[in-house]
């Protein structure tokens, strides 16, 4: 079992930037991609950004596409969200993911296996 643990969420005004981790403490863990995703107030959970473990290749919502960034640091089994000029309907709570095994449609949460318990953010106008 993989567990995935996010931290560093909170309180903003609209144009703040956030950036928080998720990291995968114990064993050494090599998923296929890691994502982000997120669940606003009254809305299903839908895809935010995903970097692929080994080759680094970046895939984003257009929704974020230009503000948000994903990275990912190997050695710390840790992935990055960056985001950047925050608005108030980014507030949700977010959610990191992992999905072992190859899969090209990377905004498909059925592809992800493991998930974080979620860190909310909330963005004030």
């Known amino acids: 079992q993989v567990q995935l643990v996010e931290s560093g969420g909170g309180l903003v005004q609209a144009g703040a930037s956030l950036r928080f981790p998720c990291t995968a403490p114990?064993?050494?863990?090599?998923?296929?991609?890691l994502a982000w995703f997120r669940r606003a107030p009254g809305k299903d959970r839908e895809f935010v950004a995903a970097?692929?473990?080994?080759?680094?290749?970046?895939y984003y919502a257009d929704s974020v596409k230009g503000r948000f960034a994903i990275s990912r640091d190997n050695a710390k089994n840790t992935v990055y969200l960056q985001m950047n000029s925050l608005k108030p309907e980014d507030t949700a709570v977010y959610y990191c993911?992992?999905?072992?095994?190859?899969?090209?449609?990377?905004?498909?949460?059925?592809?992800?296996?493991?998930w974080g318990q979620g860190t909310q953010v909330a963005v004030s106008s």
């Open positions: 993911a992992a999905g072992p095994y190859y899969f090209n449609d990377y905004d498909r949460r059925t592809n992800y296996e493991y």
């Open positions: 114990g064993r050494p863990f090599t998923p296929y991609a």
């Open positions: 970097i692929t473990w080994s080759a680094g290749n970046t």
